[in-house]
């Protein structure tokens, strides 16, 4: 069974920067494709962003394009989510996701983690 634990939330002033990161245990992460997601309180849960199990494709929602990157190291057993000039309307719950497969971009996501917070505030 694969667990995905994330880590690097905390609370930010807007222009800020955070890393993510999303560690994997109990099977290699490298099998597949990790996909960043986040839910505010009120919202539905929203796609950030994906990359592929080697990490030679991404994608990213038009709302991060350009202050998010993703990337990911298969040796650490780990994905990662860059936030730059991090704005007040990023607060939310960050979570990464595992997709079984090799269909690209994953349609399905099958393990998941708890989460972690980011709060963007002045």
């Known amino acids: 069974q694969l667990q995905l634990v994330e880590s690097g939330g905390g609370l930010m002033q807007p222009g800020g920067s955070l890393r993510l990161s999303c560690a994997a245990s109990g099977r290699t992460l490298g099998y597949y494709a990790i996909g960043w997601f986040r839910q505010a309180p009120g919202k539905e849960r929203e796609g950030l962003s994906c990359?592929?199990?080697?990490?030679?494709?991404?994608n990213y929602a038009d709302s991060v394009k350009g202050r998010f990157t993703i990337s990911r190291d298969n040796a650490k057993n780990s994905v990662y989510l860059q936030l730059n000039n991090l704005k007040p309307e990023d607060t939310a719950v960050y979570y990464c996701?595992?997709?079984?497969?090799?269909?690209?971009?994953?349609?399905?996501?099958?393990?998941w983690g708890q989460g972690t917070q980011v709060t963007v505030s002045s």
């Open positions: 996701a595992a997709a079984r497969g090799t269909r690209w971009p994953p349609y399905k996501y099958d393990y």
């Open positions: 990359i592929s199990s080697s990490g030679g494709s991404t």
